[in-house]
């Protein structure tokens, strides 16, 4: 018999489980909605499972996208449907999907930062709008070919959310 495709094996589940490969050291302590652009964070592989030749020529490339789990969001404060942004009433209400809210269902963030350096388990980076111990799920190296084609829409509360972020 032959075995299920990948796709087929994921079909299904009810949960997937993921451990940290780093954790975000320094930067922030608190989750603060502005003024990131500046913050600087090392990342810091776990020594138990990646040697320096994780990090090998990452620092070939400015920037680095981070995805990380808001792990100090609770149960309770998990959004399921939709909000006002920022639980601004002047913004529109839209689902959790079309945000980027840290309240999300499986509390994952992603971040594009820049990469300020790579020493050993180290990387360290710039803009990068996670608070100190938090959980770093993968690193990946921003390529161009990967980044948006053509023009990039959105409404105008998102902007404003966005005029003072960095």
Known sequence: MDAPARGDTLRGMNSISLTPIAHVEGGRRDAID???????????????????????????????????????????QITTGARHPRGNPDWPKVGIFAQRG??????????????????GLALEVEGLDAIDGTPVIDIKPVMQGFLPRGAVREPDWARAIMADYW
């Open 102 to 119: 840290k309240n999300r269902p499986n509390r994952l963030g992603v971040t594009i930062c820049r990469v300020v350096a790579v020493d």
């Open 34 to 76: 502005d003024d990131w652009g500046a913050s600087r964070a090392t990342i810091r592989l776990d020594p138990a499972r990646f040697t320096a030749e994780a990090l090998m020529g990452l620092d070939a490339f400015s920037h680095a996208e981070i995805i990380f789990l808001f792990d100090q969001v609770t149960d309770e």
